[in-house]
T-cell receptor, first 114, second 112 residues
Framework: NAGVTQTPKFQVLKTGQSMTLQCAQD?????MSWYRQDPGMGLRLIHY???????DQGEVPNGYNVSRSTTEDFPLRLLSAAPSQTSVYFC?????????????FGDGTRLSIL | GDSVTQMEGPVTLSEEAFLTINCTYT??????LFWYVQYPGEGLQLLLK?????DKGSNKGFEATYRKETTSFHLEKGSVQVSDSAVYFC???????????FGTGTRLTVIP
């Protein structure tokens, strides 16, 4: 199994550019989420989805959009990149809404905004 | 709201030393608690979990006990190895969607 696959692994953007970070999972998981990881701040939840067609905001949603048209894919869109969005982004998934079920993480996308 | 407070690092230990990384939490409900580990250049991997008070999670020699009375979930290992060098995150799962709330992470370096 590939698990959770994120692309690209690295990206450099200029301020104001837009881009989409891709996330795909092949485990038929209902729940998917996006986090950003910044030094000294741990991981913070950006957006999440409890199933196809359903998305919701996390702790730091501003500047990001998501959609969930299929169970497998959960892309994260930056509409107009800002230097404050320089970070490492992680996508994660888990089977359902059960509290005890751990999340499976991708290897991350390192994004730099100049 | 829900939050996790984790011992700040970095932590540097000699091989075979005893490890403790402190973690305390604040939650409105009855959370599940997790420790995740991140090796260099990789995503997070689940290390262990506990789902109710007094549960002990264990894996690869690491242990943590869910203490409701002290709202803590401290990570311990009796004898660390160089291969344990990584960043360790304490996290809780709570609320309607059971989203994860993470601590800030503790970087552990084990020297031979």
């Amino acid at each position: 199994n590939a698990g959770v696959t994120q692309t690209p692994k690295f990206q450099v953007l200029k301020t104001g550019q837009s881009m989409t970070l891709q996330c795909a999972q092949d485990m038929n998981h209902e729940y998917m989420s996006w986090y950003r990881q910044d030094p000294g701040m741990g991981l913070r939840l950006i957006h999440y989805s409890v199933g196809a067609g359903i998305t919701d905001q996390g702790e730091v949603p501003n500047g990001y959009n998501v959609s969930r048209s299929t169970t497998e894919d959960f892309p994260l869109r930056l509409l107009s990149a800002a230097p404050s969005q320089t970070s490492v982004y992680f996508c994660a998934s888990r089977p359902g809404q059960g509290q005890v079920q751990p999340q499976h993480f991708g290897d991350g996308t390192r994004l730099s905004i100049l | 709201g829900d939050s996790v407070t984790q011992m700040e690092g970095p932590v540097t230990l000699s091989e075979e030393a005893f490890l403790t990384i402190n973690c305390t939490y604040t939650a409105t409900g009855y959370p599940s608690l997790f420790w995740y580990v991140q090796y260099p250049g990789e995503g997070l991997q689940l290390l262990l979990k506990a789902t109710k008070a007094d549960d002990k999670g264990s894996n690869k020699g690491f242990e943590a006990t869910y203490r409701k009375e002290t709202t803590s979930f401290h990570l311990e290992k009796g004898s660390v190895q160089v291969s344990d060098s990584a960043v360790y995150f304490c996290a809780l799962s709570d609320g309607g969607a059971n989203n994860l709330f993470f601590g800030t992470g503790t970087r552990l370096t084990v020297i031979p």
